[in-house]
């Protein structure tokens, strides 16, 4: 850039390339926040958000994901649920009088079968009078919801929760220290019922949603 002698034309052409940098820092800013894609002229990702953000952005999908993945499995099992002369004892929704109570699905999640082989079905709100099915689908799911947390928090626990069976070839569920760590949420276990837990490792040439639809069959599984 040439300076003239005239200071009050220096002045000018000093606020002029003055400007010319404004907004020449302008615009890398903006290609800063805004990157575009060479291949497709679209922005290349998502501006103005720290990668903070961005973690908490594909978390947030991530869960949305595995809840949707989770609401379908349980539709699907809810909408295999056979009539029972089984009543649902809670109160406040219709069923106060009534006097067996619901099944321990607390304790039947950590077994190698699913709730669906150790708990008497549930009939559904179609013959149930005072509660309609999308209030029976709520709470089921809130259940369903529940085990899974404390199934997948007992897959990741060692011992002393797990101990070495006699044989050497898995492990055994250790009662007393299971009801410590996850107390029944849904009232006692009904008379009768009894409660085992034993697992293994191993591999299967199956993907990790049919296992569990594998599971939850009460037929397929003895």
Same mark, same amino acid.
């Given at each position: 850039?040439?300076? &003239?002698?005239?200071?009050?034309?220096?002045?000018r052409e000093?606020?002029q =390339?003055?400007? !010319?940098?404004?907004?020449?820092?302008?615009?890398?800013?903006?290609?800063?926040?805004? #990157?575009?894609?060479?291949n497709?002229?679209?922005p290349?990702? $998502?501006?103005?958000?720290s990668?903070?953000?961005?973690?908490?952005?594909?978390?947030?999908?991530?869960?949305?994901?595995?809840?949707?993945?989770?609401?379908?499995?349980?539709?699907?099992?809810?909408?295999?649920l056979?009539?029972?002369?089984?009543?649902?004892? @809670?109160?406040?929704?219709?069923?106060?009088? @009534?006097?067996?109570?619901?099944?321990d699905?607390?304790?039947a999640?950590?077994?190698v079968?699913?709730?669906?082989?150790m708990a008497?079905?549930m009939r559904?709100?179609?013959?149930? #009078?005072?509660?309609?099915?999308?209030? =029976?689908?709520?709470?089921? +799911?809130?259940l369903? +919801?529940?085990? @899974?947390?404390e199934?997948?928090?007992?897959?990741?626990a060692?011992?002393?929760?797990?101990?070495?069976g006699?044989?050497?070839?898995?492990?055994?569920?250790?009662?007393?220290e299971? +009801?410590?760590?996850?107390?029944?949420? $849904?009232?006692? !276990?009904?008379?009768?019922f009894v409660?085992?837990?034993?697992?293994?490792?191993?591999?299967?040439?199956?993907?990790?949603l049919?296992? /569990?639809? &594998?599971? @939850?069959d009460? /037929?397929?599984?003895?």
């Amino acid at each position: 850039m040439a300076l &003239t002698s005239d200071p009050s034309g220096a002045a000018r052409e000093l606020r002029q =390339e003055n400007n !010319k940098l404004r907004s020449e820092n302008m615009s890398l800013r903006n290609a800063v926040r805004t #990157p575009i894609c060479n291949n497709c002229g679209g922005p290349a990702i $998502i501006g103005e958000f720290s990668l903070e953000q961005q973690h908490l952005r594909i978390e947030n999908a991530r869960l949305r994901d595995e809840l949707d993945r989770v609401s379908s499995l349980a539709g699907r099992f809810l909408d295999q649920l056979p009539n029972s002369s089984l009543e649902l004892g @809670m109160g406040g929704n219709g069923f106060g009088g @009534m006097q067996a109570p619901l099944p321990d699905f607390g304790a039947a999640c950590g077994i190698v079968c699913s709730s669906s082989v150790m708990a008497p079905p549930m009939r559904s709100a179609a013959v149930i #009078p005072g509660v309609d099915r999308p209030e =029976e689908r709520s709470m089921l +799911l809130e259940l369903a +919801l529940s085990a @899974m947390d404390e199934l997948v928090k007992m897959v990741q626990a060692n011992e002393p929760l797990w101990i070495r069976g006699l044989d050497g070839s898995g492990e055994i569920l250790k009662r007393d220290e299971y +009801l410590r760590t996850f107390p029944p949420c $849904i009232g006692m !276990k009904p008379s009768g019922f009894v409660a085992e837990a034993s697992r293994v490792t191993g591999k299967v040439i199956i993907n990790s949603l049919a296992l /569990v639809e &594998t599971l @939850m069959d009460s /037929v397929y599984v003895i």
